[in-house]
């Protein structure tokens, strides 16, 4: 065989080569090197650890069994599309044409995926809130975009200051991405803030993404969507999926709802690339928008219990943390105890061994925080407010 003749860095595309390893993933690897080690309690994968609920794998299982093992339309399931389009006229005040504006993805990841490339040109200014979820920077670049990064901070409460977004906004913004209950930090906007940032959005034609995957799961009650403003509905992307609220994260089962064009070019993009969700996938998804809402309810009851615990034992071990008004993440911050995000998750995980995730995993701004998930077991949860004590009362020492 001929040796190649490229060196090794001309192999690869420069612009994927340089991106960073996602944050989180590095964290993984090590807890998973630590594995078969008993005591290890993680609070740092973001899924439910709820199984998900029966009648929803039962419609899967249903699905192989009536042997529907072909692919389904490019676009998903219509009969899952117009659940989806139902849903989101009843629960958030959003119409959609199930033939045209809705799309069923692997996950929201594809629907991120799929929307950041429908939209971006090379050069395009991509607004995003951060601390965020670890992928956008990485979509935006991968999509040959700009990420612009609007940080958001405690003694706000992790929520938008709309001037600070205004001022960000320049000729070439072409989109905001808003993510609320937002991950890792569990804030939400009020409606004035939604408000005006749709104004925002319309003076300057710019268009929005909302990733919704956290919607329901909110605890303080619930916020229409931004897609549902006067206006807005031409200029929205709304990205959702059943992986956080039915408990579906191995489903794989996302969707997009938009403008038509937009959705048609997402498609192009999903027809060469992906060419269709799961089957048995879809039609338990279709199963979980059925039957699956009140146990949806019992999960975010669960968490909200889960969320109160984890943020008192924080509280007591004299580390400030914002009460999280949705998703399942405490973002508590760890200033206080002179230690930087990362220090303070190794040293906890090797020495309390209590997997966190490094704030900075979710941009530069996540400096001074961890982030804690409460999809675990209020076992677990109350051990580790306990280690956790113990650990910051080491450091005074
Ligand atoms: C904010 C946010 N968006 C999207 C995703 C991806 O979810 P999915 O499993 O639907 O691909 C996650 C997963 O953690 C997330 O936190």
Not at 168 to 173: I, Q
Not at 248 to 253: I, S
Not at 310 to 314: D, E, K, L, P, T
């Given at each position: 065989m001929k040796d190649s003749k490229l060196l090794p860095k001309e192999r690869l595309s420069k612009h994927i080569a340089s991106l960073p390893k996602s944050g989180i993933r590095d964290f993984f690897e090590l807890v998973n090197n630590m594995n078969g080690d008993e005591e290890i309690i993680s609070l740092g994968v973001g899924e439910p650890d709820f199984v998900t609920?029966?009648?929803?794998?039962?419609a899967a299982i249903y699905s192989i069994e009536k042997g529907h093992t072909s692919y389904t339309s490019n676009l998903g399931l219509l009969s899952l599309r117009k659940a989806i389009c139902r849903y989101l006229e009843s629960d958030y005040g959003c119409s959609y044409c199930p033939e045209n504006e809705c799309i069923v993805t692997v996950g929201v990841s594809e629907a991120f995926d799929l929307a950041i490339r429908a939209i971006t040109n090379p050069g395009d200014e991509i607004i995003y809130v951060e601390p965020c979820y670890v992928s956008y920077n990485a979509e935006i670049r991968m999509a040959l975009g700009v990420p612009v990064a609007l940080e958001t901070r405690e003694e706000n409460?992790?929520?938008v200051d709309v001037e600070e977004l205004r001022s960000?906004?320049?000729?070439?913004?072409k989109a905001i991405i808003l993510n609320f209950p937002c991950n890792p930090t569990g804030a939400t906007i009020n409606l004035?803030?939604?408000k005006a940032i749709a104004e925002i959005a319309i003076e300057n034609d710019i268009l929005v993404m909302s990733d919704e995957i956290y919607s329901e799961l909110t605890y303080e009650g619930r916020l229409p969507s931004i897609a549902s403003l006067p206006g807005m509905k031409e200029r929205c992307i709304f990205l959702h999926g059943f992986s956080k609220?039915?408990?579906?994260?191995?489903?794989?089962?996302?969707f997009a709802c938009g403008p038509a064009d937009i959705i048609a070019s997402m498609m192009k993009i999903h027809?060469?690339?992906m060419m269709c969700a799961s089957t048995s996938s879809q039609e338990a998804a279709e199963e979980a928008l059925k039957s699956g809402r009140k146990e949806m309810e019992k999960m975010r009851e669960e968490y909200m219990e889960r969320r109160n615990v984890?943020?008192?034992?924080?509280n007591?071990?004299?580390l400030s943390c914002f009460l999280p008004r949705g998703a399942f993440y405490t973002f508590p911050c760890i200033k206080s105890t002179g230690l930087k995000s990362k220090d303070f998750a190794m040293r906890f995980l090797e020495e309390y061994k209590v997997a966190v995730i490094p704030g900075t995993a979710f941009g530069k701004c996540g400096e001074g925080y961890v982030r804690c998930c409460y999809a675990a077991s209020m076992e677990n949860i109350k051990e580790a407010v306990r280690r956790i004590g113990l650990f910051v009362n080491s450091l005074k020492g």
């Open positions: 609920p029966w009648n929803i794998r039962e409460e992790f929520s960000k906004v320049t000729p070439k913004t004035q803030q939604m609220s039915f408990a579906m994260t191995g489903f794989r089962v996302g027809q060469y690339s984890m943020v008192q034992g924080f007591r071990a004299g």
